[in-house]
């Protein structure tokens, strides 16, 4: 374990933000008052078991839904307020989303994969660079259905990260992998965030990831049941399950 550096850096705050779905009857509420703030550069773990509310913050802090109350703040901007014009921008600029399954355009390379987002930005990543940092470049000129579940998910985190994004989301990223393969894209994650310093926020419900992050959030019912920061965190490669 390595005990962190303790900084007071914020990059994105989450205050009093709720979200309900439905209508009448049969609404329900999914956040209740969420109130948190992400360290720039740093890796923060929300948890908490299915129908917590973990995915649906994710999706808020992302712009892909709107609060029904409270306020998100990305480096002193108001998110929650952006019209769709300014959202897009934002995703564009700001984000970059990996979901647990991979999404990847079948008929492009892994290469091409990644340069789909690449053309999107301003200061892109070198792609070179990436590939090797991803361990995907001998396989850069492969298709998808030519790549294992974990290559997959390495161009899929590839695509994210090629646009050098302040905030890496992702979004389950191991859900549909094997125990071996998790433990190569957490340490991959790991290796991302000390090396191009972005700011990461992993949904998870799985308990043993919490230990890798520098934050860790835990959700129950659509409320914080805990906050807190991990003073000693555990390399990705002694993560166990």
Not at 21 to 31: E, F
Not at 112 to 133: A, F
Not at 216 to 231: A, P
Request: a neutral charge; hydrophobic letters at 35%; proline letters at 3%.
């Amino acid at each position: 374990m390595v005990k962190q550096e303790q900084k007071s850096d914020s990059i994105f705050s989450v205050r009093d933000v709720e979200k309900s779905y439905g209508q009448g009857d049969a609404r329900v509420k999914v956040l209740n008052g969420i109130s948190t703030q992400f360290e720039a550069g740093k890796i923060c773990v929300i948890l908490g078991p299915s129908g917590s509310g973990k995915s649906t913050l994710l999706n808020l802090i992302a712009g892909l839904e709107r609060v029904d109350g409270g306020r998100i703040l990305i480096e002193n901007e108001e998110v929650s307020s952006f019209d769709a014009k300014r959202l897009g921008r934002y995703r564009r600029d700001k984000l970059g989303f990996v979901f647990q399954f991979y999404n990847l355009i079948s008929n492009l390379t892994v290469k091409e994969n990644i340069e789909v987002c690449e053309y999107l930005s301003k200061n892109p990543l070198p792609i070179d660079d990436l590939l090797h940092t991803l361990g995907l470049w001998d396989h850069r000129n492969k298709f998808p259905n030519q790549l294992s579940g974990g290559q997959q998910q390495r161009c899929a985190i590839g695509r994210a990260l090629v646009k050098n994004p302040a905030l890496l989301l992702c979004d389950e990223p191991t859900g549909a992998l094997d125990y071996t393969t998790s433990k190569e894209i957490l340490e991959l994650i790991e290796s991302i965030n000390q090396k191009y310093h972005n700011t990461i926020i992993i949904v998870t419900h799985n308990e043993a990831i919490k230990n890798m992050a520098h934050k860790i959030l835990k959700l129950h019912d659509g409320r914080v049941l805990s906050d807190t920061v991990n003073e000693w965190v555990t390399p990705a490669k002694e993560l166990e399950w």
